[in-house]
């Protein structure tokens, strides 16, 4: 009877012991969003701010300085490139401006090369054009 006793005491404390494994363990979920937003952007520089032609020969008509400066666009968008010029209105006249692009997505480096024309007709004298160049998202 003894042997039985300590039998029944054993499968009672096994018993005992499993049932709190076979409950399901407490828990509790909560959920929550993350929301953010990424604007369009749009960066300018340019490789250098100032271009002086070198000296032109007496009688020179016509002058392209090609990769005169670099413009570096950086973006995480669609973009456009624009420039006004800005000066005496006959320097503004001899001068063009030939973008390598004028459009474009993410980062570029765009060249651009100055042209004078038509020099023959133009006074005697030094000319400044300040250019300035626009960036827009698209």
Known sequence: MR????????????????IPGWAKTPSSVAEGKVVWEIYKYVKLKLSDTNYT??????????????DAVILYVESNTDWSLSFELEGDAEAIAHLSVLLGQTSGSGSAAVSVDYKLSDLRTMAPGEYQVTVVYTATTE
């Open 3 to 18: 042997k039985l006793g300590i039998g029944l005491l054993i499968v009672m404390l096994g018993v005992a012991l499993a």
């Open 53 to 66: 032609f070198p000296k032109l020969e007496p009688g020179t008509d016509e002058y392209l300085a090609e």
